[in-house]
């Protein structure tokens, strides 16, 4: 019978096969070894991963990989989304998000190019002036629904005509120009404009009509422009290319034009509202603009510059003639919320400073001067006016903001709101006149979304939000945001004076909103100005608006916005008033509250 019978008597594997214990040392090492791997281990998993910032600090930020371009609904950013079903009523109904806004598909912008060969110039003074001079061709033609594009020898470069053009000999004006076409080539189809070409008219022109469609089957200049401004296909623009690479008289010439025949354009009427500021323009309207530039390049730049900007600012005054229109709904009770408005129109009716005050556009040599006795009139209408040459500020307030300011209250409640405060109030004032009064919220706020959104109107108005910041960059009260949408620089408005209402002086705001200038308009009532200013600063005294901006402050401390809840609104710095967690909670009911019994109201100030 064998030893171990049983199974639980069996030797064990350390029995069987016995080891030397290893020594006190050994046992050391090996706990010392473990813990340097754990410890490495738990380092490269903690480390970030490597970037293109982390290996070069000081080199440019890396491109972040391209977003759906119709859709965004990502912490941090604004919350809308596109679709073609816009004009619903409710954005809820198709995004099943009380948040997010549908907005309409975003018009295309056609592509017009300039060139500019950076290396060309070597006087930094004349570079500075001459990227000024882009940089306001850029935000002209930008303002009016184009993708303003700078070229430069790269695109050229790209060409596969460039090996021809590098071993034809010419003139260094011809190869300049050729440059630009080989450049323009190189991007297919679209425009190509001189920098010194820019839009001088209204937004809705037919040539700026036509040339926003994106669509241009032949290859087609414009009489007046000389060489300033071409529309072509692809096809059309590598047809001319060759056909001057391949003349004979390539050495002798000075434009590309010289080159082909007379029927390669396409020669279309002197447009009405685009202007050239070529130097036969500067020497024959502008001479003192010329005298400048022919003494210094670099000042005579930098004149040329103050006198296009004055003259597209002239252009808006001249295309709404009727004056502009700041939409006060309920002013008794809340014109402090329309202070940023008013301040904006005010800078908007200002004459611009020119070098040539009483020169005209080229394109409009019989322009209406600006005059700073007779300015541009401005209104207060309660309602919008459906007028072509009446430009419209209007300043949408959140419906708890509105509450609060028409009653006078920063204490409100759920029955006060039910009880007290009729449906959707702001929306029916605004709509009242167009729409008449009959009609209900929700039935009111397609014909208003055409309004503020869709293409025949959107070139008319602006539309600011009550809460909104004048300081942050993304704002649209934002001094860059405003230049981008004019197309020019405003250099009367100041918009340090709308960051927080509670730090602007009660007498400056006063003086703005009882402004002269807002009661020379034509569509006023019959009162006279001098009882419409008294009727102002008696019905905003000092208590009145002190109590306003004590209203607005705590509204906004309690909307607490961010940009994730509202489209071009940004993050509120302020921070809630100190109270209990229970009061902060009753708070965000009656938000809720006014946003569920005001429904249209809240849809359009999320539009």
């Known amino acids: 019978m064998p030893r171990y019978s049983s199974r639980a008597n069996k030797p064990g594997h350390y029995s069987a096969y016995p080891r030397e214990r290893p020594s006190p040392r050994k046992i050391w090492r090996y706990t010392a070894a473990a813990g340097c791997l754990i410890f490495i281990l738990l380092f490269i998993k903690s480390s970030p991963v490597p970037t293109a910032q982390n290996i070069h600090p000081f080199g440019p930020a890396a491109h972040r990989p391209p977003s759906n371009p119709s859709n965004t609904a990502n912490p941090g950013e604004p919350r809308w989304y596109n679709h073609w079903r816009w004009l619903n009523p409710f954005s809820e109904s198709i995004t099943d998000d009380e948040?997010?806004?549908?907005?309409?598909?975003?018009?295309?912008?056609?592509?017009?190019?300039?060139?500019?060969?950076?290396?060309a110039e070597k006087d930094e003074g004349i570079k500075a002036a001459q990227n000024r001079l882009l940089l306001i061709w850029r935000r002209a033609w930008w303002a009016?629904?184009?993708?303003?594009?700078?070229?430069?020898?790269?695109?050229?470069?790209?060409?596969?005509?460039?090996?021809?053009?590098?071993?034809?000999?010419?003139?260094?004006?011809?190869?300049?120009?050729?440059?630009?076409?080989?450049?323009?080539?190189?991007?297919?189809?679209?425009?190509?404009?001189?920098?010194?070409?820019?839009?001088?008219?209204?937004?809705?022109?037919?040539?700026?009509?036509?040339?926003?469609?994106?669509?241009?089957?032949?290859?087609?200049?414009?009489?007046?422009?000389?060489?300033?401004?071409?529309?072509?296909?692809?096809?059309?623009?590598?047809?001319?290319?060759?056909?001057?690479?391949?003349?004979?008289?390539?050495?002798?010439?000075?434009?590309?034009r010289d080159l082909l025949s007379p029927d390669t354009f396409a020669v279309d009427p002197k447009p009405s509202a685009i202007a050239f500021y070529g130097s036969s323009t500067l020497a024959d309207q502008y001479k003192a603009v010329s005298t400048a530039l022919t003494d210094s390049k670099a000042t005579g730049l930098l004149l040329l510059a103050d006198l296009i900007i004055s003259h597209l600012h002239l252009t808006f005054l001249n295309t709404f003639s009727s004056g502009i229109a700041i939409l006060t709904p309920h002013r008794s009770h809340s014109l402090l919320i329309h202070y940023p408005a008013i301040t904006l129109a005010n800078a908007l009716t200002t004459c611009p400073s020119s070098p040539i005050p009483?020169?005209?556009?080229?394109?409009?040599p019989s322009c209406t001067l600006c005059s700073s006795s007779r300015p541009l009139p401005l209104s207060t209408p309660q309602s919008l006016e459906n007028t072509s040459t009446l430009f419209t500020i209007g300043t949408i307030p959140h419906p708890y903001t509105l509450a609060s300011l028409l009653s006078k209250t920063a204490s409100l409640s759920i029955p006060h709101i039910r009880r007290n405060s009729a449906r959707d109030p702001w929306l029916v004032s605004t709509t009242s006149k167009t729409l008449g009064p009959t009609l209900g919220g929700p039935d009111r706020l397609v014909p208003f979304?055409?309004?503020?959104?869709?293409?025949?109107?959107?070139?008319?108005?602006?539309?600011?939000?009550?809460?909104?910041?004048?300081?942050?960059?993304?704002?649209?009260?934002?001094?860059?945001?405003?230049?981008?949408f004019f197309g020019f620089t405003l250099v009367a408005y100041n918009v340090s004076t709308l960051s927080d209402p509670m730090k602007l002086k009660t007498s400056t705001i006063t003086a703005t909103l009882a402004s002269p200038a807002l009661y020379h308009s034509s569509s006023s009532s019959s009162s006279s100005p001098s009882s419409a200013q008294q009727d102002s600063k008696t019905s905003l005294g000092d208590k009145e608006l002190e109590h306003q901006r004590t209203l607005l402050a705590h509204s906004k401390s309690v909307l607490n916005l961010d940009s994730s809840s509202r489209i071009g609104i940004g993050r509120w710095k302020g921070r809630r008033r100190t109270s209990s967690k229970d009061d902060d909670m009753d708070e965000e009911r009656v938000k809720m509250a006014a946003e569920a019994w005001h429904l249209a109201d809240t849809e359009a100030w999320r539009f």
């Not at 090996?163 to 991007?187: C, I, N, P, S, Y």
């Not at 241009?216 to 071409?230: I, N, T, V």
């Open 99 to 119: 948040n997010r806004s549908v907005l309409p598909p975003p018009r295309e912008r056609p592509p017009i190019y300039t060139f500019y060969d950076q290396d």
């Open 358 to 364: 009483t020169s005209c556009p080229p394109d409009n």
């Open 449 to 484: 979304k055409e309004r503020v959104a869709s293409e025949a109107s959107a070139s008319r108005s602006l539309w600011l939000v009550a809460e909104e910041e004048g300081q942050d960059q993304r704002s649209a009260l934002s001094k860059k945001e405003l230049e981008w």
């Open 144 to 256: 009016h629904g184009f993708k303003p594009v700078v070229l430069g020898k790269a695109e050229a470069l790209n060409n596969p005509l460039y090996e021809r053009f590098q071993v034809r000999k010419m003139e260094h004006t011809l190869g300049a120009d050729m440059m630009r076409w080989l450049a323009w080539g190189q991007m297919g189809q679209g425009i190509l404009s001189n920098w010194l070409v820019l839009p001088m008219g209204p937004y809705h022109d037919h040539l700026l009509s036509f040339l926003r469609r994106g669509e241009y089957p032949k290859l087609a200049r414009y009489e007046g422009l000389d060489s300033g401004l071409f529309s072509s296909d692809k096809a059309s623009i590598e047809a001319a290319l060759k056909q001057a690479l391949d003349s004979p008289n390539v050495a002798k010439s000075t434009s590309l």
